[in-house]
DNA sequence: TTGAAAGCGGTACCAA
DNA sequence: TTGGTACCGCTTTCAA
């Protein structure tokens, strides 16, 4: 759709003569630099760095003028040529599955925030839930970032300890030995789960799997298990499926021919798919079929029905997250203190996709 | 993190000794440069930087000595050093209102994977709905980009303008005059949704503005009204509100209050939220009134009733912006053609939530 | 407190 | 095709 292409004038003699004449390619007017400051305002360019950026280290009177003149001239201090001599860019960079699954969209804004507040630059890169492309991202941005916020990772713990050999490193929703982490009480959650169920009579219960490389999925389908064995209930899984809306279309099919009277699925988008699913089957929900996500993401409070789901909190996870990463940045020498393992809280919402246990089979109208 | 660090031995006396002496704040082990590759391959460092990034202009032989010793050597180009030299960063920013808003995820998955495809990374700005925030973070990014993707703007056209000075630009959503852009027919658009309503029996629609710095929002309402005039048809308007699921609470209110028997919220997020409240008083949709949304958000098609919206391809947006872009990032120097001003096709998503104008008025069970 | 100058890691021009 | 070298704009010793 290059417009541009139909907008353009055909090709002149004179543009063709500029062209031969190989006309100077005129860049970007060279900006204000500490050189031409400290000119004009008769001091040594160290003195105008030092102004600029450790303001008590400069007589009060200089420092007042240097930046006046900076000022006047329409001084910017380039970031590039700053990362380049200190060796800090004061950029972090944000990698994750998939920029578009609503569910980052907290831990994005969270980062984002605090990343500011600190007085960084986020850059987000989307693995497009391919392992290999996260590594390869990594790669790309270890030479402009001072950090890395890995969310979701799917990577291999090797790789994520490669990566953490490049750039300090803060995991989100993952662990890795020897790495700092943030992650939510998978545990605690999935045991919420499985006592909401139970109350409600049901004694069946089926996972949806989402991606083998989610190690938190790893963690719910664990807990999942161990809390259904607690309460003598029984838990089958099926999947993986991929977690998204269409993936949840196949996981409620497979749903559908199973004895379970709840399931559970690995997140929301996947709950959110079994949901239409079964809509369009006549299956009724939760009468006929309870359903339970992960997440607790932006539009499960208003889907049909709205979903019960375990919900954290993500944007707080983003913001320790980037916290935790600027103390490591800060930190270059000794850290002989071990990586911190934050276990962030998880709270079940119980909306109106789970209700009593049905007692017949399910009947398909 | 210092990889060293885990290999290292525990701290000893000698290390003790050692910080004690100021051992010098062991900063990250020095990367490999192009130095240090040039040395052990017996060439020039400008030899060296050819044959990593203009493998033609060198000698086969050598250059695969030189690349391969390189690799041995693990040398990675720092892309700090090589922006500060060639002044291009090969990084574009990416800014806009609210990184949360789901209708925002098509342009930056659009945005990311095109950025990606030309080798550019890809940072991003959130405002939070300010046109000061933005231009903060204009200013703040303006060093170390090499071209702004500005979306939705909530800034002036003048400061538009100004940041076309610092930058190439491309905007998203809105136009400007002298200023590249990529923006959906609004006006095509409305009357698509007045046809719609029109052929439903409606003659009288409500129109739910957003916020008064949406450019898209103002085009929305010219557009509506016009049409709406040519069909002979009346058009308020209300508001303005937050476009926000929570705006539409009180949206809805305001549209219970009218004799309308059609509303057309200014986005998505804001129609979802007047289905919701309208759901929590009684009013059927579309029975008792029929709602329209902008954007065909994600979710639009799973919320209840599924809504009618007119949609656009935000993903090639994004893809189109950034093309534009690096194509103005690469032209520095003759820019006699004036700036592309694309509009882009949208497209009437008809879902359950429009239906036949109710004949009486509108009772409140 | 200030100035001088040596980097930081490449790029790019010019000469060989 | 290669080597030498002057930058790019700022940070950071080290002296004064």
Redesign the pocket.
Known sequence: MDVGKTLEPPVTGWQTFAIICHMPPRRRP??V???DVAQAAG?????V??A??RPD???AV??EHVLAVANRLGYR??PV??A???GRTWTLALVLPDITNPYFAGVIRGAERQAAATGHVLVIGSSEESGRAEWRIVEKLAGSVDGFLIVSSRMSDQRIVQTAGLRPVVLVNRQTPGVTSVSPDQASGTRQIIEHLASLGHREVLFIAGPPESWLGARRWAGISAAAKKRRMTARRVGPFPPSIEGGFVGGEAALSDTATAVIAHNDLLAIGVLMRLASRGVRVPEDLSVVGFDNIFGSDWCDPPLTTLGDRTEQAGRSAVDLLVSLVEDHGDDAEPPAEIVAPTELVIRRSTGRARTGKLVLR
Do not use: C, D, K
């Open positions: 060279r900006a630099t500490i050189t001091v040594a360019p160290s003195t760095s030092r600029v950026t280290r400069v007589n200089t420092r201090p380039s040529a700053r380049l001599g200190s």
